[in-house]
């Protein structure tokens, strides 16, 4: 019998409105000086008209913006009504089950997606497309209820598309794991990646500082046990065993608490740890949770004095056994394949199999996740059919219902077929076997990001220190030149990691990526310097202060300096210590000719500074986003999340408050 799953998929939209909820908001507060029109990637250089037709238009970028001029809206206000509509609606969907809708959670990845659209590269990361990938699926997920005064009702086929989230959740961890041997990188074969992350990755907390002081044994075995949370335990998430898959979720949140607390990923791993819910059933959920246990109470349980039989007690002992195997086999072939040995009071580690023979493996594993994939989906579809038969007393309504069953089902066997494409790009030999049909079916379908390939922390970067790019302005070439300090990458090595998710500051993150190429490859920094040496005031709001006080400075370079954490003990006030290693940017004007050619060749330089900041929307909504633009604009990512989360649970836990008074 299949446990129910009511409150879990209930759980799972929940989280997923939050989440929805904390990107749009944290987006919002960084259009104008992203994708305004003297933002630093304009968003309107990609939506001219050039006289094409609707069709034209979204067939070649489908987005609601193409919208925005018929309501008298540049495409930034669009951006901005876009991200406004996203936020209220996730907000709606936080505080009331019944709006947790097919309609609400396509509209919300409609937005979503538009956004995407117009990104560009500060909206390219995994987070963004795990974000559509996930919310497509809570469309397949959520209830349509049309009656909205009934809170929605638990279908036969609710658990095929938790199923769904679950195979994404195997996807996205297997993928992350697999793609840290096959890239090669010298520090995750020498089981020596977390000397370095914790100071290399895009944003530290200040608990990275410490992090990075624990001993090289230790750091070690950290990244062991990465490997068995990332690599064989999800293949526990399709596991017959109740218990082993309750295990395997608590591995994974312990993973996503862990990166919680020493780095700032802004949503992702709250979205990640929303994806582990469908490992839950409602029994272990309302355990955890014991609050949904009174609105979700669909699942019969045995009561105490009842007698087992004995099949249920053969299910019991043969339940243990496999539990014992499975706990036993994960530490054995962790300590052979590792070969970790106690010594003392530490435990050393190394790397005991070859590359030829890690790929080796990796070619026979793979068509049997796909079969464990196959198995598990027939499964839950199978179950899901005969729920269907027996849940409805009449042939018509049993024959409708499971007509609507079979529907559904082929859509999950759709997704879960052009899925594989993604699956497989982590070993080409199993790419290569897939039939052309479903690589067909992939290409069609791409480039709305319903299904995508992931793969978290492939290549450690900044061993030799984490490279970071220091911008200057200068009035002079020779002396007075002044560092731009942003809101929370590195730069004062006095100044503390900042707690900044799930926020996501995307000019800070995008920096980090520019310090690992050259300007040459990052067009966005040549206009960003570029919108520094005019002072505008919307780019000068995504950094921490402005050095020149609203005057903008003559020249501008960017320098490359490698930062590390300091060492515990040597009685510093200093967090960082760092070293200049190059010039990233020689020293520009904003008359530069060959600054200003570099522009216009990447189609930066659209318009004058001072004639687009002048333009202003027209029309009542026009006004409306101006005046909404100014109450919260002026709040920074952060604050606004904690206001809308914080708002939204004071109404959910004030509203059955009234509802018992009324």
Avoid at 633 to 641: A, D, E, I, K, R
Wanted: glycine share 6%.
């Amino acid at each position: 019998m299949v446990a129910s799953t009511a409150a879990v998929r209930s759980a799972f939209l929940w989280c997923m409105s939050v989440v929805y909820l904390l990107a749009f908001s944290s987006l919002y507060v960084q259009i104008p000086g992203l994708y305004g029109s003297t933002g630093i990637l304009p968003a309107n250089r990609l939506l001219k008209l050039d006289g094409k037709t609707p069709h034209d238009r979204f067939t070649e970028r489908p987005t609601l913006l193409w919208l925005t001029p018929a309501l008298g809206l540049t495409t930034e206000h669009g951006m901005d009504l876009l991200c406004l509509a996203g936020m209220m609606i996730a907000l709606v969907a936080m505080v009331t089950e019944v709006m947790r809708d097919v309609p609400a959670f396509l509209m919300l990845w409609i937005l979503y997606f538009s956004l995407y659209q117009v990104g560009q590269t500060f909206l390219w990361f995994q987070w963004d497309i795990l974000l559509l990938e996930a919310g497509f699926l809570a469309v397949l997920a959520a209830p349509l209820n049309p009656m909205k005064w009934l809170p929605p009702s638990p279908l036969p086929h609710d658990n095929v598309a938790l199923w769904l989230v679950r195979w994404l959740l195997f996807r996205l961890m297997f993928a992350s794991g697999i793609v840290k041997l096959t890239s090669m990188c010298p520090t995750w074969w020498g089981l020596t990646a977390l000397n370095y992350h914790y100071e290399t990755q895009c944003i530290p907390t200040p608990l990275a500082w410490f992090a990075h002081q624990l001993p090289e044994w230790f750091q070690k075995l950290s990244v062991v046990a990465t490997y068995v949370i990332e690599i064989p335990i999800p293949l526990l998430f399709f596991a017959p065993v109740r218990s082993l898959r309750i295990f395997s979720f608590y591995a994974q949140v312990l993973l996503q608490v862990l990166i919680i607390l020493s780095g700032n990923y802004n949503f992702f791993n709250l979205l990640t740890l929303t994806l582990c819910l469908p490992l839950l059933d409602d029994k272990h959920l309302t355990y955890l949770f014991p609050w949904l246990r009174a609105n979700h109470n669909h699942e019969k349980t045995m009561s105490v004095g009842t007698e087992r039989t004995p099949w249920q007690r053969g299910r019991t002992v043969l339940t243990r056994v496999t539990e014992i195997l499975v706990y036993t086999g994960l530490f054995y072939w962790t300590c052979v394949l590792f070969k970790l040995r106690l010594t003392g009071f530490t435990v050393q580690s190394k790397v005991g199999f070859t590359s030829d023979q890690f790929h080796s493996t990796l070619t026979r594993v793979m068509p049997v996740t796909i079969w464990i994939g196959v198995g598990s989906l027939s499964y839950h579809i199978g179950s899901a059919l005969m729920r269907s038969f027996a849940s409805e007393d009449s042939i018509r309504r049993k024959v409708l219902t499971c007509i609507r069953c079979l529907l559904f089902s082929a859509a999950a066997v759709f997704m879960f077929t052009i899925s594989l494409v993604p699956h497989t790009v982590i070993d080409w030999q199993s790419n290569n076997n897939l039939w052309p049909i479903v690589k067909q079916w992939n290409q069609r379908v791409d480039k709305f990001q319903v299904v995508n390939s992931y793969g978290l922390f492939r290549r450690m970067t900044g061993v030799g220190g984490r490279p970071e790019v220091i911008v200057e302005g200068s009035n002079s070439l020779q002396l007075g030149w002044k560092e731009y300090d942003f809101l929370y990458k590195p730069g004062n090595v006095k100044v503390a990691p900042p707690v900044v998710a799930p926020h996501q500051p995307r000019l800070d993150w995008q920096l980090w990526f520019a310090a690992l190429g050259s300007y040459g490859h990052n067009p966005w920094f040549v206009n960003m310097v570029y919108r520094l040496l005019h002072g505008d005031k919307r780019v000068l709001a995504l950094m921490d202060s402005d050095p020149f006080n609203g005057k903008p400075p003559k020249y501008i370079r960017a320098t490359l300096y490698h930062y590390h954490f300091t060492d515990w003990g040597k009685n510093s006030s200093a967090w960082w210590r760092r070293e200049r290693q190059s010039e990233y940017l020689p020293p520009v004007q904003k008359d530069d000719p060959s600054l200003l050619k570099f522009l216009t060749h990447h189609n930066l330089l659209m318009e004058g500074i001072g004639k687009a900041s002048l333009k202003k929307p027209r029309g009542m909504l026009g006004w409306m986003l101006e005046w909404l633009r100014g109450m919260l604009g002026s709040l920074s990512g952060v604050m606004l999340q904690v206001t809308l989360v914080v708002t939204g649970l004071v109404v959910s836990w004030v509203q059955p408050l009234m509802a018992k008074v009324v």
